[in-house]
């Protein structure tokens, strides 16, 4: 009977084994003017884009996020699927994405007339590690 339970306890080790290794990362880093934003909050939203009001509490999402001074950061867990990376400096702290304060950037492509990063999507497959993922500028919203 103990050799029995034991071996349930192996299954259900490695079934969980199996769900982390079809997980996969995005790596980058997050500069300002070539200087890296060691406060920023870095979501993989599998959305459009994130939305005034919409909660930056990276507690709250799918992965785990680990950001270090120079402003690389790594977004573990990550599920297959589409997404856009975005970087946040929340300047009032309150974890809410409010448009009118809080310091913004996209992984993606500047537009040429507007200044502006249009964002690029980023997919993942099972088990991928996603590198080069920058964001170059954080600006507040016109």
């Known amino acids: 009977m ?10 259900v080790f490695f079934s969980g084994c199996k769900d982390i290794v079809e ?9 300002n003017g070539g200087t890296g934003q060691k406060d920023a909050i870095v ?12 909660s930056i509490d990276y507690n709250n999402v799918k992965g785990t996020l680990v950001l270090n001074t120079d402003g690389s950061y790594k977004i573990l867990l990550v599920d297959e699927g589409t997404y856009v990376v ?11 994405f ?3 304060v809080d310091a913004i950037g996209y992984y993606g492509q500047k537009d040429t007339l507007t200044g502006l990063t249009i964002p690029d999507k980023v997919s993942i497959a099972k088990g991928e590690d ?3 993922i ?3 500028t954080l600006y507040i919203l016109p």
């Open 2 to 11: 103990r050799n029995i339970i034991l071996l349930l306890g192996v299954i």
């Open 134 to 136: 920058d964001i170059d």
């Open 43 to 54: 979501l993989a939203i599998a959305g459009d884009s994130i939305t005034n009001g919409q």
């Open 130 to 132: 996603k590198t080069g």
């Open 86 to 96: 975005v970087a946040i400096n929340d300047n009032n702290d309150n974890l809410v």
């Open 23 to 31: 997980q996969g990362s995005i790596a980058g880093k997050v500069t």
């Open 98 to 100: 409010d448009d009118t």
